[in-house]
């Protein structure tokens, strides 16, 4: 059967107007070339479609039957034309996006507005991911795009920074130097300090240890966690104290206190994707990230 998308919108045609001149006018073409065109479709479906007078042409009931068919088989073949320029244009698809944490507190629930608000027909998937699990799933497809603290990466995944801020002390709201408006992180020396894991960050781990180590002291590291907001909650609970990205100050977690510290050390957040191109969707949704990151950026210091 030859349901060519041409002869259907010659059979069409003919079909509306009822009469073969008009459909050909019509269409733009000559009337021999329409006629031999209804001859292949009624020969490719094995059925008379059309009843020819010297006035008028009528459908016969195969011809009725086709007529309905092959108006919703082109609505549907525009509608996969549509579907497929969307899809190329980065407008249609399924966004996979990983995010760390703390990246609630640097603009993601504002950016994953815009992304719904711009992008209303792509379906937005965020998981919650630690950066080593993140950049994991990019190498092996499964996520489109992360947000991660900056880490060395594999061959593989690309990167593009995002916000670099400083780090801050994070207290239990009853400790002693709670009330202060800055101090020494050597006056946090035999304190017990709750990591990030090294497992899950060695960047992370050793950026936190070498920052005790140059202010003249090796911390005690006494609990080791994979997400920067059970870090603190464990501050909350009075079990340590941590060094933090200055995000997380407003995270607005009960029982805590953030204070600064003077260093050079940033905290970097990254975007990630695989390495080889990105899709158009992918490109869609960096551009949005790129534009909204004069909101996102926070103030240094």
């Given at each position: 059967m030859d349901l060519e998308p041409r002869l259907l919108r010659y059979f069409i045609a003919v079909a509306e107007e009822r009469h073969f001149g008009r459909a050909?006018?019509?269409?733009?073409?000559?009337?021999?070339?329409?006629?031999?065109?209804?001859?292949?479709?009624?020969?490719?479906?094995?059925?008379r479609l059309l009843e020819r007078t010297s006035r008028q042409v009528a459908l016969t009931e195969a011809g009725k039957v086709l007529f309905r068919e092959a108006q919703a088989l082109l609505r549907q073949a525009e509608d996969v034309r549509v579907l497929v320029r969307r899809v190329d244009a980065?407008?249609?698809?399924?966004?996979?996006?990983?995010?760390?944490?703390?990246m609630l507190y640097r603009g993601l629930p504002a950016l994953s507005a815009a992304m719904r608000a711009e992008l209303p027909e792509v379906e937005h998937v965020l998981a919650e991911l630690n950066s080593h699990d993140q950049i994991e799933a990019v190498h092996r497809g499964e996520l489109d795009l992360g947000f991660i603290h900056a880490n060395p990466l594999p061959e593989g995944v690309q990167a593009q920074d995002l916000v670099a801020e400083p780090?801050?002390?994070?207290l239990p709201s009853g400790h002693a130097l709670a009330?202060?408006?800055?101090?020494?992180?050597?006056?946090?020396?035999?304190?017990?300090?709750?990591?990030?894991?090294?497992?899950?960050?060695?960047?992370y781990y050793e950026t936190v240890l070498?920052?005790?180590?140059?202010?003249?002291?090796?911390?005690?590291?006494r609990h080791e966690v994979r997400h920067w907001l059970s870090v603190a909650a464990l501050v909350s609970q009075g079990l340590g104290v941590a060094i933090v990205p200055a995000c997380l100050s407003r995270s607005g977690l009960a029982g805590t206190r953030f204070i600064g510290f003077e260093h050079e050390a940033r905290s970097v957040s990254q975007a990630i994707w695989p390495a080889g191109g990105r899709t158009p969707l992918q490109e869609s949704a960096m551009r949005l990230v790129m534009a909204r990151m004069p909101t996102l950026r926070p103030e240094a210091g």
């Open positions: 050909a006018a019509r269409l733009h073409i000559s009337q021999p070339p329409l006629s031999y065109a209804i001859r292949q479709l009624e020969q490719g479906v094995g059925a980065g407008l249609r698809g399924r966004l996979r996006i990983g995010f760390v944490g703390s780090f801050v002390v994070c009330r202060r408006g800055s101090l020494a992180l050597v006056e946090l020396a035999g304190e017990d300090f709750v990591f990030f894991a090294r497992a899950a960050s060695p960047s070498s920052l005790c180590v140059t202010a003249g002291f090796t911390p005690l590291v």
